[in-house]
């Protein structure tokens, strides 16, 4: 992947999260009756500016495009005609001054449940939630789990594809809790196992947290038998033909698929021995890996496909989920829900020290995601899309200067006290939360770098 592959999609994805965010802005100012002077998508000089509507308000795409603002007509900001008082941001109730601001992060809100809602309806070929046990025993081993295990429920929440488990779990293990999950087994028995999260290290560990409960998705046996050759490949050039059964490379026997593409990987510019098996008899080739670049890792490729893409496994590991009108706007509601909270419940821990702030990321870590995303489908790209929204609805929504959620924290206590909050008082906050929404910047823009240097 080239460096637009990464761009494109981050621009688009952060291009329709500012727009929504600012439309919610702009559209609950419209509907109280406040004047809208500039609608920005990015900070800083504008680029293009165009003035349309009755107001001839100016829409504009500024220089640095992470964010954008609504500007409205405001005392504050400049003298205001006599006759458009009424249609000043400051002059409005704190009721409706509320509405407008919080209307921006829900926006956010709306666009996940509206994305969700859309996949959870139209269907998606999703890997099922079929487990197998890692090399290194975990609690997973403990609570008796066993190759091949189907998940079909955890404390009676039902489970349908190995994604939804593994946001269960991890919502569970953030509680530190035992789970009770319903498995059924090969022999199509049905079985509880009690798995306790108690103690699980859901920082970065550096490995997959489901990993380090012990866990993997279960996979059919599918035997190292070469299904095709990408023409001028490795594996071609070496002298390997279609139907040939790899069985060893460099003297180690080879027991399927899985182990071949794990011991090619791992030899970019190394020239391996490959002995395979080819009608019956035994023979070896002298095959040097092409080296590519994938996630800033340099692997090896030989230009094989695989036979049999099922294997011998006998069971069917992918299916389609796909749910009603109602169950999945319901669905999509509680999902942008579970992920708001979990995002709340991160950031406390954070901020109590219970969690390494390595974990906050930012832009070059999303836009890491979004390009990676986006070549594994349009599916994969939307959850994506979804995810950040409602990242950026909860970033918002906290109670910092600066933000909306500084703002509306204001009003509330404008509500209690019965009057506003005095300006010198306002301009010092700002000041406060200008100077923490820089720090956090700081840390994620670290975190990114570290990240890109550590592979």
Known sequence: MNLL???????????LLILVHELGH???????????????????????????????????????????????LDEREGQVPTAELHRAFNRQTVGRRFAIVAAGPLANFVLAIALYWGMFVVGTDELRPRVALTDTPGVAATAGLRDGDLVVAVDDEPVRSWQELRWILLKHAIDSRRVVLHVRTFEDVD???????NGIDIDDGGSDLIARMGLRPWRPHIPAVIGRLVAGGAAERAGIEVGDEVTA?????????????????????RELRVDVLRAGAALSFHVMPDTETENGLKIGRIGVGVANPVGDGGTVMFAEVRYGVIEGLTKAVRQTWDTSV???????????????????????TIADYAGQTAQLGIIHYLKFVAMISIS???????????????HLLYYVIEIIKGGPIPERVMEIGQQIGLALLVMLMAFAFY?????????
């Open 5 to 15: 592959d990464y761009l494109i999609p981050f621009a688009l994805a952060l291009g």
């Open 191 to 197: 079985a509880f196992r009690v798995l306790d999260l």
């Open 392 to 406: 950026l609805g909860v970033l918002n929504l906290l109670p910092i200067p600066v933000l909306d959620g500084g």
């Open 249 to 269: 490379i460099d003297g180690e026997a080879v027991d399927g698929w899985t182990q071949l593409v794990e011991r090619v990987r791992h030899a970019a510019g």
């Open 342 to 364: 979990l995002s709340l419940q991160m950031i406390g821990r954070m901020l109590l020290g219970e969690i390494s702030w390595k974990n906050l990321s930012g832009p070059v």
């Open 26 to 72: 702009y559209l609950v100012a419209r509907w109280c009756g406040v004047k809208v002077l500039r609608f920005s998508i990015g900070f800083g000089k504008p680029l293009v500016v165009r003035r349309a509507g009755r107001d001839g308000t100016e829409w504009a795409l500024a220089t640095f495009p992470l964010g954008g603002y609504v500007k409205m």
């Open 447 to 455: 975190n990114d770098i570290n990240r890109l240097i550590s592979g």
